[in-house]
């Protein structure tokens, strides 16, 4: 039952994997340096992806296929933030394009459903490419200072918490 598009799904699934993959490896870093908020925003991500993985596979099970857990790239090792950053763009402005791609070749070959999860999961890589770029564009704005207040938030974070610890 469609092969086109069970290839085309586990061909989403390969990329989604990468993203996981990428992201949490930003976030490592991010969090090792102390930059809160971006090591949130790769980890929260991180985990919507997962889930776009959960739907494409439950579509490739309906459709009686095998689901692929094969990534389809390796992790670039970057640890400049704003490359980072770059790069997190870059991938959702890919999958964004594919996945408009690939809901047309669905739709030309009769399969509305895998159709509409590819529309739908196009929205939600706009939406997390429109984060990334605007952390991009903060960084471009506010240059290494806009990184010392996250890591300044943190200490603050923990100054706090120790002040109530020891009353
Ligand atoms: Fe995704
Ligand atoms: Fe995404």
């Not at 490739?60 to 090792?77: C, P, Q, R, T, Y």
């Not at 300044?152 to 918490?161: F, L, N, Q, V």
Request: with cysteine; aromatic share 10%; glycine share 2%.
């Amino acid at each position: 039952m469609h092969p086109k598009s069970i290839e085309l799904l586990n061909k989403a699934v390969a990329d989604e994997l990468s993203a996981v993959h990428q992201y949490m490896y930003f976030h490592f870093y991010c969090d090792d340096y102390g930059y809160d908020l971006l090591a949130n925003l790769f980890k929260k991500t991180a985990i919507q992806e997962m889930l776009h993985i959960e739907r494409l596979a439950e579509r490739i099970l309906f459709l009686k296929g095998e689901v692929e857990m094969i990534a389809s790239e390796e992790v670039e090792k970057i640890h400049q933030v704003d490359e980072m950053l770059k790069k997190a763009a870059k991938m959702e402005e890919d999958s964004a394009t594919e996945y408009n791609i690939w809901a047309n070749e669905c739709a030309a070959n009769a399969d509305a459903i895998s159709k509409q999860l590819f529309e739908s999961l196009v929205s939600e890589e706009e939406v997390h490419f429109d984060q990334y770029d605007t952390e991009l564009d903060n960084l471009k704005k506010f240059g290494d200072s806009y990184l010392a207040l996250q890591s300044i938030e943190r200490s603050k974070g923990r100054d706090t918490a120790s002040t109530a610890a020891n009353n």
